[in-house]
């Protein structure tokens, strides 16, 4: 039996984060996972090895452009192989840091799957095999999520995948059919199109990245109509059915074709909590309807020794907002008064062009009825979007009318994953328009397309001509 003052079920990035945490402000801490090093669905199969395909995607898609600037690469050879090693090598390299990371901590790091015995007590099946009694002061749930596959999109064929199988690489279909337009499907689908598969995407509602605003998706959706053979919009899959020749797969809506045989189907119509712990029955922690725990500002659960944080506490199901969380619930249980009150919490979606955006959206502010004005900065008047040959990009600001205040902001074009985070600063720090203009953007960058859509707010942006307001 291990007593310790706080326990942390998964490792993932809202685990790990609140288990060093933890550890940095003085508290003994164990935490479970079953995988050898902490790390969880997004350094081990999410996040992480997506973006290290990614990265390879945009170096063949970059020297295939290269022709237009007088560069030729030929067509590029893929050795699938040496892929997957640089994909796994790029993972192991992060959870070998964790782990280390663990030891430098004096963590307790329990290989296994945890059950709850009850309030202050979890029963850890190893790994390596026996079990492991946990009694605890405090623990955090933050066993992430799974993927959801709805009951007609489950084949038991090893050519229908989910996220996870899609990282694996196992070839290079001829065609791939991806099962949903969100971000998880548009970036596994931008890496099979420019690795040379014939990807079809298709998506109930009448666009892609359902919850973004219109005019950033617009600039993915003409790019996408480009790079992959065909997006099916408004759309449903009704069947899937193994043939020796591929999948046969139904479609009901508004794609001309009703059936079409695909080589490989990715499902990725989103991910559920993973709630289902073991014990949990024996707490008072609650779940709602749709499977997440429920948590107040400072992460506590319904049970006061029981905290939850990340993807199994609610929406946006991200690693950042995992980690911060986290972080917010090892202060809470070390004594300091915190919560959990972002102003902007970023989503980047790594497809080319990226897309990103914090805070208030467009889209939100019209549902909920609320005055602001949008400022828009095209990337065709930068610099910078023209030497790089890629002047399809957009600029907005969410602003509030009579403060001025920035609410948020949006973007999309290679480079706005990165740009984001000056986005996410003025919007927490509560800064105006005015603070934009005033703080000098270096030249020639991206980051002035942020500078001069607060510029276009006053009608006074140095690169587009579009009169509007006075400054005071
Ligand atoms: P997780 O990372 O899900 O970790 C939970 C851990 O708990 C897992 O290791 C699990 O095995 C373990 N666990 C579960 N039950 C138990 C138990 N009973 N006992 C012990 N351990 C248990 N997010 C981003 O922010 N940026 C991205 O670019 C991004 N890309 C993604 C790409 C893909 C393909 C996928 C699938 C996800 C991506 N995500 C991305 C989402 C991101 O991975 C999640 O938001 C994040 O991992 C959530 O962190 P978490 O700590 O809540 O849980």
Excluded at 30 to 37: F, R, S, T
Excluded at 232 to 240: A, D, G, I, K, P
Aim: contains cysteine; aromatic residues 4%.
């Amino acid at each position: 039996m291990i007593s310790t003052q706080l326990v942390v079920v998964g490792g993932g990035p809202g685990g790990y984060a609140a288990g060093f945490l933890a550890a940095d402000l003085g508290l003994g801490v164990v935490i479970v996972d079953p995988e050898a090093n902490p790390g969880g669905v997004c350094v081990y199969r999410g996040c992480i090895p997506s973006k290290a395909l990614l990265h390879v995607a945009k170096v063949i898609d970059e020297s295939r452009h290269a022709a237009a600037w007088g560069v030729q690469f030929g067509q590029p050879a893929i050795d699938l192989a040496k892929l997957r090693d640089f994909k796994n090598n790029v993972v192991a390299r992060l959870t070998n840091g964790t782990g280390q990371l663990v030891k430098h901590r004096k963590v307790k790091y329990l290989q296994g799957y945890a059950e709850i015995v009850d309030a202050h007590t979890l029963r850890v099946k190893l790994k390596a095999g026996g079990t492991e009694d946990v009694q605890f002061e405090h623990a955090i749930l933050a066993t992430g999520s799974v993927p959801a596959i709805p009951p007609t999109l489950k084949l038991d064929d090893p050519r229908v995948m989910d996220s996870t199988g899609a990282l694996d690489l196992p070839d290079i279909p001829a065609s791939l059919l991806v099962v949903g337009g969100g971000y998880i499907g548009l970036e596994l689908g931008t890496v099979y199109a420019t690795l040379g598969s014939a990807v079809t995407v298709v998506e109930m509602t009448p666009g892609l990245l359902p919850g973004a605003d219109r005019d950033l998706v617009d600039v993915l959706a003409k790019r996408v109509a480009q790079t992959m053979k065909s997006v099916l919009l408004e759309t449903r899959v009704v069947s899937l059915k193994a043939e020796a020749k591929g999948i046969r797969v139904a479609f009901d809506g508004k794609a001309d074709a009703k059936e079409q045989l695909f080589d490989r189907v990715l499902v990725s119509v989103g991910r559920r909590p993973n709630s289902a712990i073991p014990g949990l029955d024996r707490t008072e922690v609650q779940v709602d309807q749709r499977g997440f725990i429920q948590v107040d500002e400072q992460r506590r659960t319904h049970e006061p020794s029981i905290f939850a944080i990340g993807d199994v506490v609610g929406e946006p199901m991200l690693a950042h907002k995992a980690s911060h969380e986290g972080r917010v619930a090892a202060e809470v249980i070390a004594g300091e008064n915190v919560a959990f009150t972002p102003r902007a919490i970023p989503a980047v979606v790594f497809t080319d062009p990226e897309v990103a955006w914090c805070g208030l959206t467009e889209a939100q502010a019209a549902r909920e009825n609320r005055n602001v004005v949008i400022s828009k900065f095209p990337w065709a008047a930068s610099g910078r979007a023209i030497t790089l040959d890629r002047t399809d990009g957009l600029t907005k600001l969410v602003v509030d009318p009579e403060s001025e205040q920035l609410l948020g902001v949006g973007l999309v074009g290679p480079g706005a994953g990165e740009l984001i985070a000056e986005g996410v600063l003025a919007v927490e720090m509560g800064a105006t328009a005015t603070d934009l203009t005033l703080s000098i953007h270096p030249h020639p960058t991206l980051t002035e397309t942020v500078m001069e859509s607060a510029e276009v707010f006053f009608g006074q942006a140095t690169h587009v001509y579009r009169p509007k307001r006075s400054k005071n």
